[in-house]
């Protein structure tokens, strides 16, 4: 075509500048002005990039003034178009629009405008869009969305309670599995499938000071939940942004001292919207009739006003009934009003247990067992079930019989809507700690500072001495010498002789302070070139992260990592299973988060436990307290810190003193009130909360239908040509690891959830779990998800031309793929993604209408395709332009009983499920008063509601590919 002054062009390569306009040409060059973008480009003539923007009669056109034109005419003047049509504002016909006026800004968006204006995309990047919609699609219809994509092993009970708790409307529940039991998983599983569902967008954590970080870690690491924490530091600087310093983030991270030390922070907490409230070390929330402490009244005002509560406590009874019943009142205060009425009704448990435990001995049912179950489910006949129960020809029936009786008397009796409690004992898989404790000879250095430091110190609180006492090398250090303790310490000698025994080991050595921990990695180096890296609270978190890599690192790494005690909080070194004690905390609690790190879920290996100590040293009274008087190396101790509480003074002047004269009498004492407690733990253990609380097979069904995606080849390609196509680099570094990175041609100038200077990823769940330096990949990663959000809104794939080389066919056959999108346009926390996503629906038209898509399946087809180069593609589209429209106004009336089947099935779906739900709640709530009015009436308004946004979802035309027949 000859280029003319006037005409309207836009770039092929740069479509975002907008609509162009010729302003200069002469032999060899023309010049294009790009007014939207205020750009100017000079283009060769016998190769430009630039296409010719025409319309058609029919088409509607915008002016730069801003008004519409409805096209019944085009005529043309030396080159340059006149389009006259009836203005839409004003319905006046006849007005003449010339294209030199027509608007800067037009934007060519339906893949048709795409296609015919030459801005072909890749045949690669069509079937990338294709492949992103169904999976799309795909990810938000499944029962498992918000639990695959989480970096943690795959532990069933875990995997059940979250998919529980996590789908249900506004959440109010207890999570109390004991210690190692990984409830803070549970807890950000739940919150995840929460903020994925829609259903929470503001979430506040509040935890001790102490475990800030850990949870900030872990909610990072695990479920890409990044958290902001919140002290008054923080909020003084989010005055510049909003008046409530917490109206300036989504995900809200801050410790319980922080909001019920300041009124001021507190009601500001309060004035802000929340959806989801968490509570860890809920236990510490003391309360009594008469004296509610000032924490639990902090998070009562907290949960009395936000939908949505998780406390989390690993000893749900053990400060007593009255306290356990104190945290489910901050759940339904409407529900648990009395504690004596409370009382008598868990009493009334026991019968319930008795006849579960009977249907799962799987031994026939005697007449009392059939009438105790009778009665219990006196709204529903059982006699089928009972003739299904005793029916041994049939095993399986059997079995559901039993199972669904099982389910039926959980379900309607107790508190397990409300309380998730998880043991040891229950719960099988757990290592065996091998415990070694090592006295030692104390050094003649630190008996002479020791001394020393006693006349100094002697006015400081019993308190302040014990801990300075617990601690010889810093009073060593203390009094002039700064580096040379480990020279002479004992347990040092012994550190370097168990390391170089255990050379095919990886330790863990664990010191109170980061001091302590960075000398003894000089030790380590100097003495003897031991590969040792350290981790303290001093770093930041990718110095961390590097540290922990680095130990991790099978060839090559360290063989030893030194941690300080709040810098090994948050991280789990399963990998690992020799742990040393080089110093004991004061505290029974941290000694139990020290032995955590190893000992948990998913430990593989029995543990070694080393505890080397200084004789006559006030550590010496801790590792004999705690071995002899509470076993706690050798087993969890949940009875600890209640133990710890009654001899604390005692204990504190042994080791402030050194005179520990009374230790043998508070061992046997601490030996027999932890008896006591534990027996009172293990008689108050609830077997019919513990059944419905791990899941059963449910439970493990779940873990293997999500370890069956995991290392999804198609997934991985996927990815893979995602990143290919936003223009990311990408570098094998072997053991299950990429390294992505920006590069210099991407399609955005950043890419979602990816940091500046790139990431390791692995598509292995195994290798994310001993390197919490690579992000794990799933369907649910940011980087996915955001990858997918940036093709589709970029228009990426919209348009292709390909070529299908079949002689079977005549040159020229055109067929025309077309991908339809249903989209209800609602609100996200209505629900409306589990019933009606975005539905993709793809025809496959021959030339003259006829839908080939059930026969012509999508990949099969692919295959058989070439890719053709845009020129050539360009001057295809131009020659058949008219047959592609007319087939596309074939397309759109074709589409119409398939938009309509897919609002069908969807509606039905929604009414079968929630009407299920419904039904189900409302028989519970004729039986179990832990169904809250407000579930039931949540699901009536949103059946309501659902039916409406279904209703009136829209079809459009989301892109397309235009297939010849070629026989070269």
């Known amino acids: ?85 009836t203005r839409e504002d004003t319905g006046e016909q006849g007005v003449e629009l010339r294209e030199i006026f027509l608007s800067h800004q037009i934007r060519f968006n339906k893949p048709q405008d795409k296609l015919f204006t030459g801005q072909i995309d890749r045949m690669d990047n069509f079937v990338l869009r294709y492949h992103a919609l169904n999976n799309q699609y795909k990810q938000h219809k499944s029962p498992l969305r918000g639990l695959t994509g989480m970096r943690a092993g795959l532990i069933p009970h875990q995997l059940f309670i979250a998919q529980e708790v996590g789908r249900r409307y506004a959440p109010r529940v207890l999570l109390a599995d004991e210690v190692g039991l990984g409830k803070t998983i549970e807890a950000g599983m739940i919150i995840h499938q929460q903020v994925l569902a829609g259903r929470a967008e503001r979430i506040l954590i509040v935890v001790p000071e102490t475990l800030t970080h850990q949870w900030l870690v872990e909610m990072m690491r695990r479920f890409n939940l990044h958290f902001s924490v919140f002290d008054e530091e923080r909020c003084i600087e989010a005055y510049a942004d909003a008046a409530n310093p917490f109206d300036t983030q989504q995900l809200v991270l801050c410790s319980l001292d922080f909001l019920k030390n300041s009124a001021k922070r507190h009601q500001q907490a309060l004035e802000a919207d929340w959806d989801l409230l968490v509570v860890d070390e809920a236990h510490h929330l003391e309360w009594s009739v008469d004296a509610p402490s000032a924490g639990y009244l902090a998070v009562e005002s907290l949960a009395s006003k936000i939908p949505a509560v998780l406390l989390l406590t690993a000893t749900p009874e053990q400060l007593g009934r009255e306290s356990h019943f104190a945290r489910l009142r901050l759940l339904d205060p409407d529900r648990f009003y009395d504690y004596q009425s409370f009382v008598d009704e868990e009493d009334n448990y026991a019968p319930v247990a008795e006849a579960v435990s009977q249907l799962l001995s799987g031994q026939p049912l005697p007449n009392e067992a059939k009438n105790q179950i009778t009665e219990l489910l006196s709204e529903q006949d059982v006699e089928p079930i009972f003739k299904a129960i005793s029916d041994e020809q049939h095993p399986e029936q059997q079995a559901l019989a039993r199972q669904e009786l099982v389910d039926n008397l959980m379900d309607r009796h107790g508190t397990g809507r409300v309380l998730f409690r998880n043991t040891r004992a229950a719960i099988k898989g757990f290592p065996e700690r091998r415990v070694h404790l090592l006295p030692m000879a104390m050094p003649e250095q630190y008996v002479r500072a020791i001394k020393v430091s006693k006349i100094f110190n002697v006015d400081l609180s019993l308190e ?329 809104s970029e228009g990426v794939g919209a348009s292709a031309v390909s070529l299908l080389k079949n002689k079977a066919l005549p040159v020229g056959t055109m067929l025309l793929e077309l991908v339809y999108l249903v989209d209800a346009q609602a609100p996200k926390r209505s629900g409306i993604a589990r019933f009606l996503p975005q539905t993709p629906i793809r025809l496959m038209l021959d030339g003259k209408g006829n839908d080939l898509s059930a026969q012509v399946e999508f990949d099969s087809f692919n295959r058989q395709l070439s890719p053709i180069n845009r020129h050539m593609a360009s001057k295809l589209v131009t020659s058949v332009q008219a047959q592609v429209q007319a087939l596309i106004a074939k397309g759109d009336e074709a589409i119409l009983p398939k938009h309509e089947q897919v609002k069908q099935q969807a509606n039905a779906e929604m009414k079968a499920s929630l009407s299920a739900e419904l039904e189900r709640l409302l028989a519970l709530k004729a039986v179990n008063p832990n169904i809250r009015d407000e579930e039931v009436q949540v699901i009536e308004q949103q059946i309501t509601e659902l039916e409406g946004f279904i209703s009136q979802a829209q079809i459009q035309l989301d892109s397309l590919r235009l297939i010849v027949v070629s026989h070269n």
Not at 19 to 37: E, K
Not at 601 to 607: H, K
Request: a negative charge; glycine letters at 8%; aromatic letters at 8%.
């Open 464 to 792: 302040k001495q014990a801990g300075i006492m617990l601690y010889p090398e810093e009073v060593f250090q203390e009094l002039g010498d700064s580096g040379s303790w480990w020279q002479f310490d004992s347990r040092v000698d012994w550190l370097i002789e168990k390391v170089k025994e255990k050379r095919s080991d990886k330790i863990l050595v664990i010191a109170s302070r980061a001091a302590t921990a960075l000398q003894l990695e000089q030790a380590l180096r100097e003495r003897e070139g031991i590969r040792a890296t350290v981790f303290h609270e001093g770093m930041s978190i990718i110095e961390r992260d590097k540290a922990a890599a680095y130990f991790a690192q099978e060839d090559g790494g360290a063989q030893v990592l030194i941690c300080s005690e709040i810098g090994s909080e948050g991280r789990n070194f399963q990998f690992a299973n020799q742990l040393v004690m080089f110093d004991l905390p004061f505290n029974p609690d941290l000694l139990e988060q020290r032995i955590g790190r190893l000992d948990r879920i998913g430990q593989n290996s029995d543990i070694d436990v080393f505890v080397p100590y200084l004789e006559g040293s006030s550590q010496s009274v801790l590792a004999r307290w705690y071995n002899e008087g509470l076993n706690a190396f050798a087993e969890t101790c949940p009875t600890g810190r209640t133990v710890y509480e009654q001899f604390s003074y005692e204990l504190t002047e042994m080791i402030a003193t050194g005179d520990s004269a009374a230790l043998d009498d508070v061992i046997a004492q601490s030996v027999k009130i932890n008896q006591q407690l534990k027996q009172d733990l293990e008689h108050g253990r609830d077997r019919l909360l513990e059944m419905h609380s791990n899941g059963g097979e449910r439970a493990q069904e779940l873990v293997e239908k999500i370890a069956a995606k995991d290392n999804d080849t198609q997934f991985v390609s996927f990815a893979l040509s995602l990143f290919d196509c936003i223009g990311l680099n990408q570098d094998d570094k072997g053991e299950n690891a990429l390294v992505v990175t920006p590069s210099e041609h991407m399609l955005v100038p950043s890419y979602p959830g990816l940091p500046y200077d790139g990431a390791t990823i692995t598509f292995d769940r195994d290798t994310a779990l001993s390197r919490e330096d690579m992000n794990f990949m799933s369907w649910e990663h940011p980087m996915i998800q955001g990858g997918i959000d940036l093709l589709l």
């Open 1 to 85: 075509m000859a280029f003319a002054i006037g005409q309207r062009w836009i770039s092929d390569t740069e479509s975002d500048l907008g609509l162009g306009t010729i302003v200069a040409i002469d032999a060899r060059t023309v010049t294009l002005m790009f007014a939207a973008s205020e750009e100017e480009r000079l283009y060769a003539i016998s190769d430009a990039p630039i296409t010719r923007v025409t319309f058609a009669v029919g088409d509607t056109i915008e002016a730069h003034e801003g008004w519409s034109l409805v096209v019944t005419d085009v005529t043309e003047d030396k080159g340059v178009l006149c389009y006259t049509g």
